[in-house]
Nanobody, 126 residues
Framework: VQLQASGGGFQQSGGSLTLSCAIS????????IGWFRQVPGKEREGVSC????????YYADSVKGRFTISRDNAKNTVYLQMNSLKLEDTAVYYC????????????????????WGKGTQVTVSS
């Protein structure tokens, strides 16, 4: 299984960025997906996760109403649309996926996933 994240970069506060994550290698179509972020010296944070059923979507309180996770199954790609960016959104963002159990999105965001992609840096400036 491989995950390749892209779309990070620099953006001013209040602006928008869209992260993409191309996923390959799963032998079944359904799997949990998520976006996590980490700032040096701080714990990893589950930003948004969709459970394996596809019906359970979780957003961290810090991004609720500003970020939207979505997936394009035809393209095997997951997106994170980030609007109204804030300075505190600056972090390395990682996409992740899992296929082990039908946990909820909140469970996966709290506990992490099995497969991880390399991170993409998002920097928000004032």
């Amino acid at each position: 299984v491989q995950l390749q994240a892209s779309g990070g970069g620099f953006q001013q506060s209040g602006g928008s960025l869209t992260l993409s994550c191309a996923i390959s290698g799963f032998y079944r179509d359904y799997h949990a997906i998520g976006w996590f972020r980490q700032v040096p010296g701080k714990e990893r944070e589950g930003v948004s996760c969709i459970g394996m059923s596809g019906r359970s979507t979780y957003y961290a309180d810090s991004v609720k109403g500003r970020f939207t996770i979505s997936r394009d199954n035809a393209k095997n790609t997951v997106y994170l649309q980030m609007n109204s960016l804030k300075l505190e959104d600056t972090a390395v963002y990682y996409c992740a996926a899992d296929q082990r159990a039908r946990y909820s999105g909140s469970h996966y965001c709290a506990n992490g996933m099995f497969f991880w992609g390399k991170g993409t840096q998002v920097t928000v400036s004032s």
